[in-house]
T-cell receptor, first 114, second 108 residues
Framework: ETGVTQSPTHLIKTRGQQVTLRCSSQSGHNTVSWYQQALGQGPQFIFQYYREEENGRGNFPPRFSGLQFPNYSSELNVNALELDDSALYLC?????????????FGPGTRLLVL | GIQVEQSPPDLILQEGANSTLRCNFSDSVNNLQWFHQNPWGQLINLFYIPSGTKQNGRLSATTVATERYSLLYISSSQTTDSGVYFCAVGVTGNQFYFGTGTSLTVIP
């Protein structure tokens, strides 16, 4: 159903390192949102990109940054990794920016910070 | 931000039983979705339902926007229905607020 892909599936990093996660949106979708899901909790909104521009940001520090490319794929970059950054990172694609309707999620990237 | 509460937090059912999951939210929304998260973490879209009632096979959902709640009904549950069910709401289109989920276990 989704057509949203993410890479890598799993990643292990050490504290202080930097990481880049990637997301390919579903065909025809121009909006990508990123979420962080800690163990046992619901996903929390990090930010959204619409037509290559940031279109909203949740309560995350600036060391969480992103990009969206002309083909609407997206990257999430996290600098100076902390132990609490260990989580499942999910991206969702949708159509329409602030008028977005249904969001479709990718399978996620599991990040472990040691 | 909007507060989203889901109940019950945990549910154990015998295969074949019916269940109702509830989602309460603290403000008016223009976007509401129900998701099923499988054991591998994949969030599967069940319903986009900011208002009204929808049905898809054994699942149905109702959102009463004026009273700020949504219900997900699962009938004749199967073991494959096990997992965590999330309600997510949005005011604008650019941010979803998720509840803490209902963990469902269906036993044979």
């Amino acid at each position: 159903e989704t057509g949203v892909t993410q890479s890598p599936t799993h990643l292990i990093k050490t504290r202080g390192q930097q990481v880049t996660l990637r997301c390919s949106s579903q065909s025809g979708h121009n909006t990508v949102s990123w979420y962080q899901q800690a163990l046992g909790q619901g996903p929390q909104f990090i930010f959204q990109y619409y037509r290559e521009e940031e279109n909203g940001r949740g309560n995350f520090p600036p060391r969480f940054s992103g990009l969206q490319f002309p083909n609407y794929s997206s990257e999430l970059n996290v600098n100076a990794l902390e132990l609490d950054d260990s989580a499942l990172y999910l991206c969702a694609s949708s159509l329409g920016g602030s008028e977005a309707g249904t969001q479709y999620f990718g399978p996620g990237t599991r990040l472990l910070v040691l | 931000g909007i507060q989203v509460e889901q109940s019950p937090p945990d549910l154990i059912l015998q295969e074949g039983a019916n269940s109702t999951l509830r989602c309460n939210f603290s403000d008016s929304v223009n976007n509401l979705q129900w998701f099923h998260q499988n054991p591998w973490g994949q969030l599967i879209n069940l319903f986009y339902i900011p208002s009204g009632t929808k049905q898809n096979g054994r699942l149905s959902a109702t959102t009463v926007a004026t009273e700020r709640y949504s219900l997900l009904y699962i009938s004749s549950s199967q073991t494959t229905d096990s997992g965590v069910y999330f309600c997510a709401v949005g005011v604008t289109g650019n941010q979803f607020y998720f509840g803490t989920g209902t963990s469902l276990t269906v036993i044979p």
